[in-house]
């Protein structure tokens, strides 16, 4: 307390006697008087009376970036945030007092804002978040989540006190690409089911699944096209990696079914696709799918095994009923919420620009008399290589209507507030 006093009170002396920088005059600890070099527009400068909306002053360096002269003196208030929707009218149910969730996260298909709206019920203190790592989940972390929740919830004191545990779980790329999730965490959840539920806890699951046109081009933009654009390499570039779009996705045959079922050959999800010389980089030849690799009638009855015992299932067009069925099921609280990996919300990257170059294609088609429709060609290439993955988004697809059959047509949760909305599907 001393050391607080002492510090205020010098640095009212030093507001006292003043020191004269760029800016006006300020106490000693100012930055413009630590770091005299900053451009900070003094008092009654034009660049510090210009009116915020003003374009700056068309001063550059030698490399053609604006220079510090020319950049305003401060950011002015981005005003109240548009995100103000309230969601308490749509809770159905109290927060439970012991629960244990687990998400399977699915590459591409709104898994990350499934996470972020997670973070929020862990930052509203009503949640754990378990574990902290959510890319390549092994068998010892979900053996560690298990044992802590078996110990928490029978805990005498949590018992007396009627705050048991509350853990949410994403399962991801689950320890080496296997079936793990369907043999070991299911199996686990329906056994802590049984033996835990006397004492209030509430064990449940979900999983998303997404448009399998655009689930590949967003794994596509997300993961391929990087590699696509680097120099030629050993597998590198698109000697490696093919050259577009459909290059890529033709070869890599039902990308989403494969990566749910967790042991049909994952980690080549994200391989190239050719065999490249090692030392020029020089393609030698397409890389063939070994037969294990591909979804067979087998795995069919498998994903309808996994989605019958998944308590809440969806499709990522239709997230708001299945944020809100997720939420009657488990008990969260806050339901307001941004979609999350996508950037036309900040008025900018790859979304939008796409969007303006297919605006552009689009007139110069009309001209042309064609239709330039770059998710048609997505559409028909995703159909002839990814038929399982079509019928899977169909069966979830038709899982979750079948949940609000009887509802009202308003009740997949329109009133979620700002930022929100049915039938989009961007998102990790």
């Known amino acids: 307390a001393g050391a607080l006093l002492a510090l205020l009170l010098a640095s009212a002396a030093d507001l006292a006697a003043g020191v004269r920088a760029p800016g006006g005059v300020h106490p000693a600890w100012h930055p413009a008087v630590l770091h005299p070099g900053s451009s900070v527009p003094a008092a009654g400068s034009p660049e510090r009376d210009r009116p915020a909306d003003a374009p700056p002053t068309a001063t550059e360096d030698d490399d053609g970036a604006p220079s510090p002269a020319s950049m305003p003196g401060r950011y002015p208030t981005a005003g109240y945030s548009p995100h103000n929707g309230s969601s308490a009218a749509l809770r159905t149910r109290e927060l439970p007092g012991c629960s244990l969730h687990v998400f399977r996260h699915v590459s591409k298909a709104a898994g990350t804002t499934v996470r972020f709206i997670f973070d929020k019920q862990v930052a509203m203190g009503d949640f754990e978040f378990l574990p902290m790592c959510h890319y390549g989940f092994r068998e010892k972390d979900w053996r560690e989540v298990v044992k802590r929740f078996k110990d928490a919830a029978v805990d005498p004191a949590r018992i007396e006190s009627g705050e048991g545990p509350r853990i949410i779980v994403e399962i991801r790329n689950e320890w080496g690409a296997t079936r793990a999730f369907e043999d070991v965490v299911m199996r686990d959840l329906r056994e802590l089911r049984a033996t835990h539920s006397h004492l209030g806890c509430e064990i449940s699951s979900s999983m998303l699944f997404r448009d399998p046109a655009q689930q590949y081009r967003s794994f596509y933009e997300y993961y391929i096209r990087k590699e696509q654009e680097k120099p030629r390499g050993p ?157 899977a988004h169909d069966l979830v697809r038709r899982t979750q209507a079948s949940t609000w059959a009887g509802c009202d047509d308003d009740a997949d949760g329109g009133a979620m507030g700002a930022g929100t909305s049915t039938g989009r599907e961007d998102g990790g």
């Not at 900018?348 to 303006?356: H, I, K, T, V």
Request: glycine share 10%; proline share 3%; with cysteine.
């Open 235 to 391: 597998d590198q570039g698109a000697g490696a990696w093919g050259d577009s779009f459909a290059e890529w996705a033709r070869v890599v045959p039902d990308l989403q079914l494969r990566e749910a079922l967790g042991d049909r050959c994952v980690p080549a999800l994200r391989r190239p696709i050719y065999d490249t010389d090692p030392a020029t980089g020089e393609r030698r030849g397409e890389r063939t799918l070994d037969e294990t690799c591909k979804v067979t009638l087998g795995d069919r009855a498998r994903f309808e095994r996994i989605v019958a015992d998944v308590d809440v299932v969806g499709v990522a067009s239709e997230f708001d009923a299945f944020w809100l069925r997720l939420a009657d099921v488990v008990g969260f609280q806050h339901l307001e919420y941004v979609r999350s990996n996508t950037k036309d919300r900040h008025g900018a990257g790859r979304r939008r620009r796409r969007r303006e170059a297919l605006a552009a294609a689009d007139e110069s088609d009309d001209a042309d008399g064609g239709d330039g429709d770059d998710g048609d060609d997505d559409a028909a290439v995703v159909a002839a290589t990814a038929p399982n993955d079509a019928w």
